[in-house]
């Protein structure tokens, strides 16, 4: 079984930057691929960004390319998301996933682990 838990959500003005957390527990973390989602009110869960076992492979949604980096410590057992240049349209709650057989890492319902969600606020 494996636990995930974001954290560094947060309030920021529009311009700015956060570097979200997803810290792993439980075996193997090393062989899965990680990506990360964000879900705003009343919209369908989108793919923000994934990367795969050793990190080689990174991919990004059109919205975020270019602003957002995905990477990861394995030996911390632990994702990242760094957002920069942080838009109002980026105001969502974030979610880690962990996908084990890699089929498709931009559709949610093929991720096995998720986390609980950290909220990011961009104001205007």
């Known amino acids: 079984q494996v636990q995930l838990v974001e954290s560094g959500g947060g309030l920021v003005q529009a311009g700015g930057s956060l570097r979200l957390s997803c810290a792993a527990s439980g075996r193997a973390f090393g062989n899965y691929a990680m990506g990360w989602f964000r879900q705003a009110p009343g919209k369908e869960r989108e793919f923000v960004a994934a990367?795969?076992?050793?990190?080689?492979?990174?991919y990004y949604s059109d919205s975020v390319k270019g602003r957002f980096t995905i990477s990861r410590d394995n030996a911390k057992n632990t994702v990242y998301l760094q957002m920069n240049s942080l838009k109002p349209e980026d105001t969502a709650v974030y979610y880690c996933a962990g996908q084990t057989v890699v089929t498709d890492l931009g559709t949610p319902s093929k991720y096995d682990y998720w986390g609980q969600g950290t909220q990011v606020t961009v104001s205007s």
């Open positions: 990367i795969t076992w050793n990190g080689g492979i990174k």
